[in-house]
């Protein structure tokens, strides 16, 4: 909850062990202690609206325990066991204000989207080392495995591989990479799969995200065919955009993809700046590679579609959408 909702919310609660029991929380004289705590809250929360994922989950977390003790401090008949309607009131109240700090993303899993680029002709050796042994060193080492897939691009189709992995934080991604190549199977299984010459042309690129809060839960249909293609999409807003386009997903998008056969996969955001900021990466899943194409025209000329473009105010996106269009590997998760 926005921390103006919070202090709203706060507005209407009647403090009941007050004589001016017609007076909200925020007007009770009585209450100027309180209401300065918080203001000054809300001055952290504006504070911590920009920080990092980590150091956001550390404040949100410090807050809770900072203002629990000064309720406690300056309210000591809340000790008591008695549960009175302003005891209760109060825990409602910090417990927002508390929570306001903590994003919908700072409890989440932290999700990695990899992009592999082999030399010539190793792509299928990649493929084998993750199939028969990569994949089940990431369980090992507390690392899931979401989906594997590979371009359909001429080029790309011949030495990519992009894949998306989750993590329980940030700092258990750290753990879990350290732990997976000091594994003495993993540097086995690289050494073996790499005895013909070397299978990487260059470093992975990797892209730590958090879900949006609009991404759905993915099932596999029960039988989702051999024809199916995948397409990971990355938007660019214009600055100051972004809400708006994650609003569009979320009330319009989402519904109109699904009407034009578009399977929502899912929706995340980076974690890292300068990309936290304005960019949106998704998967999206058509039945074919035909089926897509019947898709995108049949929705970008559905008139819901265009009024809900035009009402956005979302605009011209800072660069035109990235798309690429993929299939599953045999071993992928996501079907």
């Known amino acids: 909850m926005p921390i103006w909702e919070a202090l709203e919310y706060l507005n209407t609660l009647v403090d009941h062990n007050d004589p001016d029991i017609e007076l909200p929380q925020i007007e009770n004289p009585s209450n100027t202690i309180r209401t300065f705590v918080f203001g000054v809250t809300a001055l952290v ?37 008695q549960t009175t309607p302003m005891k209760k009131n109060l825990t409602k109240i910090f417990a927002l204000i508390s929570f306001a700090t903590i994003t919908p993303s700072s409890f989440a899993d932290v999700f990695e989207l990899r992009t592999y680029t082999t030399n010539e002709g190793k792509l299928d ?18 690392i899931e495995s979401v989906g594997y897939w590979v371009p359909t691009d001429d080029q790309k189709s011949k030495n990519t591989l992009i894949y998306v992995i989750k993590h329980e934080s940030r700092d258990a991604a750290k753990a879990s990479w350290q732990a997976f190549i000091s594994d003495p199977e993993w540097k086995r299984a690289a ?28 099932n596999n249909a029960e039988d989702p065919g051999s024809d199916a293609a995948f397409e990971l999409r990355i938007y660019k807003a214009a600055e100051g955009k972004l809400g708006k386009l994650d609003a569009r997903f979320r009330d319009h998008t989402i519904k109109l993809f699904a009407r034009h056969g578009i399977q929502s996969v899912a929706y995340w955001h980076p974690t890292d700046k300068p990309d936290s900021k304005d960019t949106l990466v998704y998967i999206i899943r058509h039945d074919s590679s035909a089926a897509a194409k019947k898709s995108w025209q049949a929705f970008g000329t559905d008139p819901d579609w265009k009024k809900a473009a035009s009402e956005s105010g979302v605009g011209r996106l800072a660069t035109r959408p990235e798309s690429i269009y993929m299939t599953a590997t045999d071993y992928s998760a996501i079907r």
């Open 45 to 81: 929360l504006a504070i911590v609206e920009n920080c990092p994922l980590l150091l956001r989950r550390r404040i949100a977390l410090a807050t809770i325990i900072v203002s629990t003790r000064v309720q406690l401090l300056m309210f000591p008949s809340l000790q008591g066991i």
């Open 125 to 142: 050796a990649l493929n084998d080392r993750f199939r028969d042994h990569t994949v089940d060193l990431f369980k090992k080492h507390g």
């Open 191 to 218: 050494a073996e799969s790499q005895k013909d010459g070397k299978i990487l042309a260059k470093s992975p690129e990797s892209v730590y995200m958090e879900t949006a809060d609009y991404s759905p839960t993915w």
